[in-house]
């Protein structure tokens, strides 16, 4: 019974390069959040997915951020042409009905721009 | 403009000590979470609290939600240095906008034997 899953673990880019995260929510699952957590800012919301829905981008840069979560494989956060103001551990976290029953989170993916 | 404060940002105690954490907001809350984070991983959920006045126990850990459910405490009997960590507070609004969570900015807890 694994829980969420997130990787890579780490992920090192260079300025301008494009950064794929990818997590497996828990099984049964058909919730996923995705949110960033920067030193001292606590966790920020970026988006909420269903299969093939985004519900709720509010949280998400404009510009050179995505999200999707096809009706097949993980749930993917995508930043291109990434800055070093991208670094940070993005976290993913699943639920089996919205957030009132808690969310369950992943080991997080710590990105890091050089 | 943070809608959940946390309070005491750090606290560094003694093992055995007890410890109150808060969680405040002007807005109100459906429901509000505890969530303990170690360095390197993800969150893990402590505990759901739903209805105003409610208090939960979890061993050591007394979880309480105000009346009017804009508010939480975390309160620690006798701590031990298992428990050090970053303990976050999360709400969900009453308007559930989709099911997020809004996190406070955590309470780094240090427990020294």
């Known amino acids: 019974n694994a829980g969420v899953m997130q990787n890579p673990r780490h992920l090192v880019r260079r300025r301008g390069q494009e950064a794929r995260l990818r997590c497996s929510p828990m099984?049964?699952?058909?919730?996923v959040y995705w949110y960033r957590q920067l030193p001292e800012e606590g966790l920020k919301f970026m988006v909420y997915?269903?299969?093939?829905?985004?519900?709720?981008e509010s949280g998400m840069p404009k510009e050179r951020f995505s999200a999707e979560f096809p009706k097949e494989g993980p749930s993917i956060l995508r930043i291109q042409q990434v800055v070093r103001g991208d670094s940070a551990a993005y976290f993913c976290?699943?639920?089996?009905?919205?957030?009132?029953?808690?969310?369950?989170f992943g080991s997080g993916t710590r990105l890091t721009v050089v | 403009t943070q809608l959940l404060e946390q309070s005491p940002q750090f606290l560094s105690i003694q093992e055995g000590e007890n410890l109150t954490v808060y969680c405040n907001s002007s807005s109100v809350f459906s429901s509000l979470q505890w969530y303990r984070q170690e360095p390197g991983e993800g969150p893990v959920l402590l505990v759901t609290v739903v209805t105003g006045g409610e208090v939960k126990k979890l061993k050591r850990l007394t979880f309480q939600f105000g009346d009017a459910r804009k508010d939480s405490s975390l309160h620690i009997t006798a701590a031990q240095p298992g428990d050090t960590g970053l303990y976050l507070c999360a709400g969900s609004m009453i308007y559930n906008q989709g099911g997020k969570l809004i996190f406070g900015q955590g309470t780094e807890l240090s427990v020294k034997p």
């Open positions: 976290a699943s639920s089996l009905q919205g957030s009132q029953g808690g969310y369950t």
């Open positions: 099984k049964g699952h058909s919730h």
């Open positions: 997915l269903q299969k093939e829905n985004i519900i709720d």
